[in-house]
């Protein structure tokens, strides 16, 4: 949806502080981290009409976004 915030401290507000910890402790956690925000990054860019890439390429980068929340989530709750 247009405008909804995507970025994983308003996805995940409830593991914010363990969000910061593992951004410092891990750097494959760090490493996900920005690769999930640089997708949202370029959906939001994409969303305001800025890019205007074919579908299936935004497709691709909400499903690439969904699977990197749900790693990110694996590794907050098993940390």
Same mark, same amino acid.
């Given at each position: 949806? +247009?405008? !909804?915030?995507? /970025?994983? $401290? %308003? @996805? +995940?507000? !409830?593991?914010? /502080?363990? $969000? %910061? @910890? +593992?951004?410092?402790?891990?750097?494959?956690?760090?490493? +996900?981290?920005?690769?999930?925000?640089?997708?949202?990054?370029?959906?939001?860019?994409?969303?305001?009409?800025?890019?205007?890439?074919?579908?299936?390429?935004?497709?691709?980068?909400?499903?690439?976004?969904?699977?990197?929340?749900?790693?990110?989530?694996?590794?907050?709750?098993?940390?």
């Amino acid at each position: 949806m +247009l405008g !909804e915030k995507h /970025d994983l $401290i %308003h @996805e +995940l507000p !409830e593991y914010k /502080d363990r $969000i %910061h @910890e +593992l951004k410092l402790e891990s750097n494959h956690f760090a490493k +996900l981290f920005a690769k999930y925000h640089e997708i949202d990054h370029e959906i939001k860019r994409i969303e305001e009409g800025i890019e205007t890439p074919a579908d299936e390429y935004v497709e691709t980068l909400k499903k690439d976004r969904l699977h990197l929340k749900d790693e990110l989530l694996n590794i907050i709750k098993t940390a």
